[in-house]
């Protein structure tokens, strides 16, 4: 027998962001390897980074971690929102709440930085410790962080909708955030790269936020007028992927 | 029979193992990103270390396989909830964990022998070599899958699983000399990670293709500990198969 409920009747606001921040926090008490991963994961790699190549790199290196942890998150974004739906069959809760997609899409983001916390704040204090960072390259870094984070984490959002099993959950987030990972010049100055990498890298984001980071640094050469049309094309490219990403979002089934 | 190990099922687990890999080949190519980023990285940074991290590479990716037994292994039993399905079957416990394994070994195979391809043209291995690298990678095969499977029964979701699953093969396949040489790692440092099964089987793959020099007593220990790995862990595999299905 149908119900007539009263939806105006009901709460429409909450405190979304504390609920998710919640969510995120629980996840890390109840589960410490996923605190301690997140936290360990971008130094894995700069290990790696710090014996092979040139250690006039490593402020670059570091820099780069923070940036590459962040976009991560996106990754860490897919699974939560693929397991919310998949396997604890969660996403019909959220629709029929008065949660849209954009407070849901900011929650799962907003849960997914709590882990990740502690290994910007440990990247940022060695980064400190291995370069001069002013307070102008502080505010660079914190804003390319902040773009990167609600960019990927909208991605991982948006790829874990169409997924159809938990099965496709690991190869398609590693698929995506790995290679966007390799491709974006994070860990080594652009010149670097072959030519027709270093025109593929420009067309992602996180190449024009690690030459505003590597820029506003000085660890690579960079004058006003360029730090400005990286700013440019950052904003730019991040508006087209985030118009991709709604576009490719399902929010409820069809 | 109380000792005796039975196998009734093996040959059709493997199969339906290796065809239902063989139709996830998005995983079988996206389990090649991370040893191909850490080869980038390689070849942008330190290009004369390209031989040793292609080694590096194929011993990574056997000790992956173990990462994807233990999301199969998981997936299998906690989203399909199909355990006690094979428990109840004549499909032996042996049989699944053997089946498992084997499958991802035949359907991961294919990126190993593409990245062995470039490492015969840029170092050419000589027979012995050859063998080495065979029984190393089967070596590491063999307690990666174990370490999948037993992990994977730790748990009662998938989310919880990751992170761990994260955490073995960075610790095995990243810090230790798996990717580059052995001379990078201070000398107080170097028995230990001769323990270790995935450096342990890089190290002497490295040093029989001419790419690093270690001491004769360095290669017996890493030679005896990686021997003494893989069959103790793969029995130990087996026990824990028939144990799992003993109760339930």
Redesign the interface.
Known sequence: MAVEVNLAAQPQKGHVLAAWGLIGWRWIWRSPAAAIVPLLQPFFFLYFLHLISDPSYFPLQVAGAMIFSTQNIGSWCLSDSAVFRIELRLQDIFVASPHDKVRYLFGVAFSNIIPALPALVALGIILAMVTSVSLTAWLVIVACILIIWVLYSAIGIAVSSRLRSQREVWPVGNLIFTLLGILSPLYYPLSRLPPVWRELAQLLPATYAALLVQGSLGLEPATATSLAIDAGLLILSTAIGLALAWWLYQWRER | MAFGLRWGGTGVFLATEIRVQFH?W??I???T??P???L???A???PE?IAVTLIGSLVYSMFLIGQRVL?EAA?IRI?HKLNELYHASPLSPEAYFVGIAGGMLVAYLPPSLFVLAILEILHPLSFVAWLVLAACLLAVWAVSSTIGYVVSTLFK????I???S??LT?LFG??PPV??PIR?VPTEWRSLVLLLPTSGAAVLVNSVAGLETISGNEAILAAAALAVESVAMFVFGIYWARRMARER
């Open positions: 996830e998005l995983a190519v996206t389990g990103l991370t191909g980023a850490l980038i990285f390689v942008i940074l330190a270390l999301n997936y989203d979701d998938m989310k919880t990751w992170p761990y994260a955490l960075n990243i810090v990717f580059y990078f």
